[in-house]
């Protein structure tokens, strides 16, 4: 008893060393996705291996692993800086939801150039995957702005995942799993976040741009220039370049980083040079500032054939240099007594933190976090607004320029009043033309396009006007198609609707030539008015288009065809009565020689003096 007593912390202590080298370590190591969950990061189970000379194949690899040469991640950091090589990650995944068993791998980190992906499962099988961006952007599973894989794990099996990175730029390898559903949620969260900075940068860029146009003022371009230049750096380092801008050009995607960096590291400086009058308050200064940009100027030309590793890493490390010196312009000026500098100095001083947390974690020496991963973003978007009310500070002290400015806004004033009137104008006449084809449509048929009975009274009344001023004819003829009730009644209403248009359709073609007036009467009846044609001459027109419907058979929904006829009344109109008895009158013995038609045993004209050629159904 006493011997146990006494070596118990010996056995503890040998216990706690192989709970964290034994089967017991291994096993913490495998991920187990739990029924409910929706995403999560591997970063907790994940082992690495460098290989500083990229010459290990996949079997290899595997070799490595079973050996124990993996080991886990340095602090739990997924951050290794500009390395050399290639970096090895692995990681067992067990499914154990049973809803999800199509997972999406996603590497938060854009700027990797080659990923290739091993899934391998029980039976041996491996699956194999390639991302990067030394692939179009299409060769992504999902158009995302990062690199990700979609992942078939099966329920309950211990699947390997082998991850292979190698990249010029930084070696950042945040994996992270995520259901479908969680996806959408995080990219929608994401993308809302990047719109608003962008929508930050946008409206501050066309607020600016409305001040340098109107001042053109030097201060407000260079902002502008740094503005955009910042804003397409982040939007490159956020992959969003690659996705939208150059999505098949992964050579313009390497080269945009470095390019981009200096673009904006020559716009800070030349706005700096500007805004803190540097040639006239320190020339030494000055001087400095024009030998920083002409630098920048040299390596933005010289990253097109340097290696991208290289050019990066100084590009990099010079925005450190450039955002410091301008911090030390600012507070020589702002000794020297100009008062605007101390807001200058302020909004740089918050895009120097968060530019430089962001380049210490590119190089490895800060940890990923929400604050170092979006620093840049939160510090620029800061340095934006304090920089925009700083011009606006330095705008107040030009004042004596106001009558200049006053005469400049009026004039543009009387302009836009009269784009404004031009513009008025047009669109009252649109309004007019709008207003008649809405009058026009309210005297049309829905059903058959044709126009309605209240526009034919009105349009008829005016033709009865002109045949009696130009003394020449006019006739009325009222159509009814044959035993419409049956076709209803058996093939349906929609059939129905079918055949009237078609009808109309007939009967206009027919009637084009004479120049008729044609509208639909009600239900399957249909009404023209006829110019320059006696009885006669219009109960031949009556027959022609009696043949012309009977001269084919409708064609409706199905591919069935329905034969159709029509029973035909005409009546020439007598000029010499009054215009609303006429009218009436026409219609009237129009009706009576149609009814006369269709006593007669249907299919055929009459006249309201006596039938006209008769043709038998």
Not at 201 to 207: E, I, K, N, T
Not at 232 to 239: A, D, E, I, R, S
Request: glycine residues 8%; aromatic residues 12%; neutral net charge.
């Amino acid at each position: 008893m006493g011997f146990g007593w006494s070596r118990w912390p010996v056995q503890l202590a040998l216990f706690l060393i192989l709970s964290c080298t034994g089967p017991w370590a291994r096993a913490q190591t495998t991920l187990e996705l739990s029924p409910g969950m929706a995403g999560t990061s591997l970063t907790d189970h994940t082992r690495y291996r460098h290989d500083v000379h990229a010459s290990d194949d996949t079997a290899s690899a595997f070799r490595r692993l079973a050996a124990g040469e993996f080991v886990p991640l340095p602090g739990g950091s997924h951050e290794f800086g500009f390395q050399q090589g290639a970096f090895w990650f692995h990681a067992s995944i067990v499914n154990r939801n049973t809803h999800e068993q199509r997972w999406l791998l996603v590497q938060r980190y854009a700027l990797s150039d080659s990923i290739d992906i091993y899934v391998k499962y029980p039976d041996g099988r491996v699956v194999h995957h390639a991302g990067g961006d030394s692939l179009p952007f299409e060769a992504r599973s999902i158009r995302y702005r990062h690199p990700n894989f979609w992942l078939d794990l099966p329920l309950g099996e211990q699947v390997d995942l082998l991850v292979r990175v190698q990249s010029q730029s930084s070696m950042q390898v945040p994996l992270d799993l995520y259901t479908p559903t969680a996806f959408v949620d995080l990219t929608r969260d994401a993308q809302l976040a990047i719109g608003i900075y962008y929508g930050i940068l946008v409206a501050l860029f066309f607020y600016n741009l409305v001040l340098w146009l109107t001042l053109r003022d030097p201060g407000y371009f260079w902002y502008l220039f740094h503005l955009s230049a910042f804003g397409m750096v982040l939007f490159t380092l956020n992959g969003l370049g690659y996705e939208y801008l150059w999505p098949n050009s992964p050579w313009l995607a390497d080269k945009s980083v470095p390019l981009s960096i200096c673009l904006a590291l020559i716009g800070m400086q030349q706005f700096a040079r500007t805004f803190l009058e540097l040639r006239e308050r320190w020339p030494w200064g000055n001087r400095v500032s024009l030998a920083l940009i002409v630098f920048f100027a040299l390596l933005a030309l010289a990253a097109l054939q340097m290696p991208y590793r290289l050019s990066t890493t100084i590009a990099a490390k010079a925005v450190l240099f450039g955002v410091a010196w301008i911090a030390i312009a600012s507070i020589v000026v702002l000794r020297r007594g100009y008062a605007p500098a101390r807001l200058f100095l302020a909004a740089w001083a918050l895009f120097l933190l968060g530019t430089t947390s962001f380049t210490l974690v590119a190089f490895g020496v800060l940890p990923k976090t929400f604050v170092t991963e979006y620093g840049v973003q939160i510090g620029s978007a800061l340095e934006m607004l304090l920089l925009s009310i700083a011009l606006s500070r330095r705008y107040a002290s030009l004042r004596q320029e106001n009558e200049r400015i006053v005469s400049d806004a009026n004039l543009r004033l009387e302009r836009k009043v009269a784009q404004r009137t031009q513009e008025l104008r047009g669109t009252l006449a649109q309004l007019e033309d709008a207003h008649n084809r809405l009058r026009d449509s309210s005297r049309r048929d829905g059903l058959t396009g044709l126009y309605n009975r209240t526009h034919f009274r009105e349009a008829f009344e005016a033709m009865l006007r002109e045949s009696r001023v130009l003394g020449s004819p006019l006739s009325l003829l009222m159509i009814d198609l044959d035993h419409f009730k049956n076709i209803n009644d058996q093939h349906g209403h929609l059939v129905g609707d079918d055949c009237l248009r078609w009808a109309a359709h007939r009967i206009g073609d027919t009637l084009r030539p004479y120049k008729a007036l044609l509208a639909r009467y009600g239900g399957e009846e249909f009404i023209v008015g006829l110019p320059g044609h006696d009885l006669a001459a219009a109960a031949d027109v009556g027959e022609v288009l009696r043949r012309q419907l009977q001269q084919e058979p409708c064609v409706v929904r199905g591919g069935q065809e329905i034969h159709i006829s029509a029973s035909i009344g005409v009546h020439a109109v007598q000029s010499t009565e009054d215009s609303a008895s006429s009218i009436d009158a026409a219609l009237m013995a129009a009706d009576l020689a149609l009814y006369s038609a269709k006593a007669q045993g249907r299919d055929q004209v009459c006249t309201s003096a006596a039938p006209y050629g008769t043709t038998q159904v």
